[in-house]
């Protein structure tokens, strides 16, 4: 009897796995792990492929296979710097959204698809010398800035980095807060981009629904002047700032308007400018 309840289980788990696994995802990756800040947010990481270089900023297509049996694959930036052995990414949650729907049940162990081409317009190469770079992000669009913060050029090529964050309520700040805690307080992180460097770091997250010390869309607080007036920094002026901007197709255009009427330009990949706006990002 005990021999004959062995053999189902061990063979139960064995027509399960050969359910899961095939066929097996093209270009996959294994997920390390996952965490669930909001209903609406979460990050995840996932093994490197050793062929893998890319620039900090960059992003790449991911996904899971769809119902269909096909690839559904979406553009997520690389939320972990260049040198890290790991790729960490940080995504909304879309109830109806096709891939985000089931990106979020992903545990440890299972397996993603990953596309290793990245490109993107959110690296130092886009952008002319400078003296004062702006990250300006809403929601997940932190994610590429999450690289950049942990990239030593970043801190070479500058005197001062001011990093916006713009959320509906606090929670939603929590993955770049505590990104930014961590960059101070790691001694890993200290050693590998110095302490001097990391006294260059500003941050400045505000929120638009839930009370929070600073309220307000980061737009309205660059028209009023608020946000220069509470750093301490003079208005923007294209002879000495940069700005990089991620985040929903409106706030990028609000951004790109209120950048144009300062004097800077936007740049490229092929023509360096003054600021660049990663258009493949929508969340």
């Known amino acids: 009897m005990s021999g004959r309840h062995d053999t189902m289980t061990e063979q139960t788990p064995v027509t399960e796995t050969t359910a899961t696994k095939v066929p097996t995802l093209p270009d996959a990756q294994t997920v390390t792990s996952v965490q669930h800040y909001t209903d609406r947010l979460f990050s995840f990481r996932v093994t490197r492929p050793q062929s893998l270089r890319f620039r900090s900023g960059e992003f790449v297509m991911i996904g899971l296979m769809g119902d269909n049996g096909r690839p559904l694959l979406r553009a997520y930036s690389i939320a972990s710097p260049a040198w890290d052995d790991e790729l960490e990414f940080y995504s909304i949650k879309v109830p109806d959204g096709p891939l985000t729907s089931k990106l979020q049940h992903i545990k440890v162990g299972d397996e993603i698809i990953l596309r290793p081409k990245p ?75 110095g302490e001097e460097n990391l006294g260059k770091l500003k941050y400045y997250p505000t929120t638009t629904r839930e009370e929070s010390p600073k309220m307000g869309r980061i737009t309205t607080l660059i028209e009023n002047g608020e946000l220069f007036g509470d750093l301490g920094v003079p208005a923007l002026d294209p002879a000495t700032d940069r700005a990089m901007v991620c985040g929903s197709l409106e706030f990028n255009l609000d951004i790109k308007a209120l950048l144009e009427k300062a004097g800077l330009n936007e740049g490229a990949n092929s023509e360096p400018g003054e600021f660049v706006i990663e258009k493949a990002f929508v969340g």
Not at 138 to 162: H, M, N, V
């Open 119 to 193: 490109v993107g317009t959110l690296v130092h190469d886009a952008l002319l010398p400078g003296k004062r770079l702006y990250f300006f992000s809403t929601g997940t669009g932190f994610a590429p800035f999450a690289s950049l913060l942990r990239e030593p050029e970043t801190y070479e090529k500058y005197d001062e980095i001011i990093m916006t964050h713009t959320c509906r309520d606090v929670d939603e700040l929590t993955y770049g807060r505590d990104l930014i805690a961590d960059l101070k307080q790691d001694e890993m992180m200290q050693e590998l981009l």
